[in-house]
């Protein structure tokens, strides 16, 4: 079995900071990579940012010099720092996990897995 759990959302004020967390756990041999994504009401999913296993990192260019991902290879976690925030960043945020997972015969396989997401509200 492989989890993937987002959390750190919640309300901030215009300008302020919220971290996100994207935790990976279970029969994991390696991260691919992880993406961001956000979704408000009555519009389309947007890529926000993204982490690969070579160390890069993409920003969508409405967060970039704003939010910043990276990863606690200890954890299995990715976060998402997010600072400046404005009302405009209001939406609910999910990750998704390409990896590489043992499978229970042996062997690996590449799978990818999303989370249940989380709510980030930015209001004055």
């Known amino acids: 079995q492989v989890h993937v759990m987002e959390s750190g959302g919640g309300s901030a004020q215009p300008g302020g900071s919220l971290r996100l967390s994207c935790a990976v756990s279970?029969?994991?041999?390696?991260?691919?990579?992880i993406q961001w994504y956000r979704q408000a009401p009555g519009k389309q999913r947007e890529l926000v940012a993204s982490?690969?296993?070579?160390?890069?990192?993409n920003y969508a260019p409405f967060v970039k010099g704003r939010f910043t991902i990276s990863r606690d290879s200890a954890k299995n976690t990715v976060y998402l720092e997010m600072n400046g925030l404005e009302p405009e960043d209001t939406a609910a945020y999910h990750c998704?996990?390409?990896?590489?997972?043992?499978?229970?015969?042996?062997?690996?396989?590449?799978?990818?897995?999303g989370g249940q997401g989380t709510q980030v509200t930015v209001s004055s």
């Open positions: 998704v996990a390409d990896l590489l997972v043992n499978q229970s015969m042996g062997g690996r396989t590449r799978r990818t897995y």
């Open positions: 279970g029969r994991i041999f390696s991260i691919n990579n």
């Open positions: 982490w690969h296993s070579g160390g890069g990192t």
